[in-house]
């Protein structure tokens, strides 16, 4: 929309934005303007699943100068990652907006870009949605999928003895936290590499459909809150334990921030932002070869037990835990002082 960098949505009113902007982005999509969104399934038998997720604050828009995309993107990722979780096929998402009237036209579209270009990479597409005008942001998505019949994944159906693993190259997050805030320092292609992982995180749905189709899995669940705080809820909704090696394999880049940090890679690994899968299965081996064949990075990390504790290593594990409703739940703040309370450093 030329001539518009300066306007605000309070300048074009509802009707204007729908025709102005959202009209020319979603014209297309079957059922624009309707009531409810409209969303195809293939020619199969299928189940649908859904799920609903709203953006906090990106961590990046702290490391840097804010940029709607990044909460567009994020949006899209928070919701497409829950899918994973339970081996679907996104079939569309369904977005809510909540917008001051002061936010600039580029704003808003800024924030549509990022949501249309991480469904783009995901195979997916926005169906349909709602805007409204408030005092602050809330952005909030609801993603539909599919499964064949008897395949989703869920976080029951784990026994004791069954391995888990790591789905994802976790510590992209926090290591360009690292970067920012000086605490490490490495060459230009390294950190601008790790600032766009950093910013473009990916949900894990290759890894979920294969697996699930497979039959792979026993149990799955995406990791959103930290690793310590997936493995617990795992346990705790199949009533057992589990012992995690306290070890791990981190990517090359990241594994040079931590070590110039004395950050230990486990530390690093089981962060939250990278929206990474932690999978049951009971052949570990066999998940890491189906994985590894479609380009996906996994790696074991322990072993449920039927003793309900939670240990790292040989010693109780109290580990990183973004929790809603409690001093550890991220709502944005002033990024040193979160560096220093994730990560310790």
Known sequence: MSGTTELCLGDLGERGIQDHVLRPRYGGTEGFGDDSAFLATVDRPSELVATTDSCPTPVVDLLREPDFFNAGWLLATINLSDLAAAGAEPLGLVVNYTLPKTTTVRAFERLLDGVDACCAAHGTKVAGGDIRDGSVVQLTATAIGQCAPGSRLRRSGAKAGDRLL?????????????????????????????????????????????????????????????????????????????????????????????????????????????????????????????????????????????????????????????ERFSASSWHGGELSTLVTEVLGV
């Not at 805030?181 to 766009?196: D, L, Y």
């Not at 669940?221 to 995690?244: H, I, K, P, Q, Y």
């Open 166 to 322: 790591l789905v994802g190259s976790p510590g992209y997050l926090w290591a360009a936290a690292l970067l920012e805030t000086g605490r490490a320092q490495v060459p230009a292609k390294t950190r601008n590499e790790i600032w766009r992982r950093a910013c473009r995180p990916m949900a894990q749905l290759k890894a979920g459909q294969v697996l699930a189709k497979a039959g792979h899995a026993r149990a799955a669940m995406d990791v959103s809150d930290g690793l310590f705080a997936t493995v617990r809820t795992l346990c705790e909704a199949n009533g057992l334990g589990a012992v995690v090696t306290g070890e791990f394999a981190l990517d090359g880049p990241v594994a040079e921030v931590a070590a110039q940090c004395g950050v230990p890679a486990f530390d690093l690994a089981q962060t939250w932002g990278d929206w990474g899968l932690v999978v049951v299965a009971e052949d570990a081996g066999l998940v890491e070869k189906t994985l590894y064949a479609e380009g996906i990075a996994a790696q074991e990390i322990g072993t449920l037990t039927a003793d309900e504790q939670l240990i790292a290593g040989t010693a109780p594990w109290q580990g990183i835990a973004q």
